[in-house]
């Protein structure tokens, strides 16, 4: 199976805008929950960084806020969706 971007590597730096975007558009419900979870550590990881610089990194660090909490929001659609006997579906 071929991946439409890289996986997260705890060793190296990821880019957390392509895992963000990944994790959007992931199709695969088996790859969804991984997705979620490897933009998540990315996001984590360079709000980590934003912080230890210091500095003016708002709009960067706007982007963080508001990519954590979509893919918060998505996670828990995903859950929703696949509680047995829900209506809901992704």
Known sequence: MTRKSPRFA???VQNWQELYTAALFEADKQE??????????ALVLRARELFAAGGDNGEEGEAIDDALYALHAL????????????????
């Open 10 to 12: 705890p060793t190296g």
């Open 32 to 41: 969804l929950p991984s997705r979620i979870a490897d933009a998540e550590r």
């Open 75 to 90: 996670a828990e659609l995903f859950e929703t969706g696949n509680k047995p006997g829900s209506a809901a579906s992704l």
